[in-house]
Nanobody, 125 residues
């Protein structure tokens, strides 16, 4: 079992930046593919970004448009989402997720095994 704790959310102005962090428990963090998803009321949970266990492969949702960067520090059991050029439509609860399989960067929420509780990101106009 893996415990994931997100942090770094908050209120920012459009065009601003936030860096989200997700700290993972356990001794096998490098074995997990890690993903970021987001969700707003009434909408399905939406893929944002994913990174393979070793960090060699990443994937991003189309709406990211080069604005976000996912990274990880396996020595710290932490995955990050650096978000720049934030837009009001980026407002959502952002969730960190772990896939026990390190070799893929799936975009499907149902493929992830563990989830954090989420951190709120609010982007003002």
């Amino acid at each position: 079992q893996v415990l994931l704790v997100e942090s770094g959310g908050g209120l920012v102005q459009a065009g601003g930046s936030l860096r989200l962090s997700c700290a993972a428990s356990g001794r096998t963090f490098s074995s997990y593919t890690m993903g970021w998803f987001r969700q707003t009321p009434g909408k399905e949970r939406e893929f944002v970004a994913a990174i393979s266990g070793g960090g060699g492969r990443t994937s991003y949702a189309d709406f990211v448009q080069g604005r976000f960067t996912i990274s990880r520090d396996n020595a710290k059991n932490t995955v990050y989402l650096q978000m720049t050029s934030l837009k009001p439509e980026d407002t959502a609860i952002y969730y960190c997720a772990a896939d026990r399989r390190s070799f893929r960067t799936t975009t499907e929420p149902n493929e992830y095994d563990y989830w954090g509780q989420g951190t709120q990101v609010t982007v003002s106009s």
